[in-house]
Structure formats: C-alpha cells, structure tokens
Nanobody, 125 residues
Framework: QLQLVESGGGLVQPGGSLKLSCTASGFTWNVAWFRQAPGKEREGVACIRNRDRPGRTQYKDTVQGRFTISRDDAKDTVFLQMNGLQTEDTGVYYC???????????????????WGQGTPVTVSS
C-alpha cells in the first residue's frame, strides 16, 4: 500500500512562510493537501495532477495567491509552499493521493484513497 509522509510543519508568526513536503513510497496520480483546524471539518487546500499540463492545479479560494503546490516526480514528493500565513491557516495538514488517473484533481476528500499522518501548522504571534 502506498505510504505518504508529511513534514515541514511548525510554529510561525502571521505573515510568515512554511514549506510542507509529502513524500510517497511510490508512484502517485493526483495529490492533494487537506487541513483540519481544531473543532472543524477537514477541508481541501490545494491539489495537483500527475501530468505537467495547464490547469493541473486547484486551490481553495482563501489560499489562492498565497499557497503554491508543486511536485517533483523524480523524488515522489509533493510540496506546499505557504506564504502570507494567517491565524486561520492553523491546523493539521495532510497529503492524500488518488488511486487512479482522472482528468482533473479535486479538493474532495472522497476522491483520495491514501493519506499521510499529518503535520501540524500553527500560526500565532
């Protein structure tokens, strides 16, 4: 079974930056980042398709322009660069991989089969 391991979380002040990494044990199709804040439901943040074509990424509207998802398939790793962090970005961040190819990635957790254990991100002054 595909294993996903997240890293890079931590404590940062508002306006700061963090870069999360998600390393897979093998090939992945679409990969997404989700987050779950205390007392809230898990929500999709960003996703990226396997192939390098226009429109291959998607973002939650509140992170558009601040977060950037990218991937290095040679290293089976997906990144989430987070800039301009806000207190509302606090939560545990999970990466997830879809089980098969699809035309576009989504931010719907039901489309992802394999999940990592999460890395915590705290934005606080």
């Amino acid at each position: 079974q595909l294993q996903l391991v997240e890293s890079g979380g931590g404590l940062v002040q508002p306006g700061g930056s963090l870069k999360l990494s998600c390393t897979a044990s093998g090939f992945t199709w679409n990969v997404a980042w989700f987050r779950q804040a205390p007392g809230k439901e898990r929500e999709g943040v960003a996703c990226i398709r396997n192939r390098d074509r226009p429109g291959r990424t998607q973002y939650k509207d509140t992170v558009q322009g601040r977060f950037t998802i990218s991937r290095d398939d040679a290293k089976d790793t997906v990144f989430l660069q987070m800039n301009g962090l806000q207190t509302e970005d606090t939560g545990v961040y999970y990466c997830a991989a879809s089980p098969a190819y699809s035309v576009a990635c989504t931010l719907d957790s039901q489309d992802y089969l394999n999940w990592g254990q999460g890395t915590p991100v705290t934005v606080s002054s």
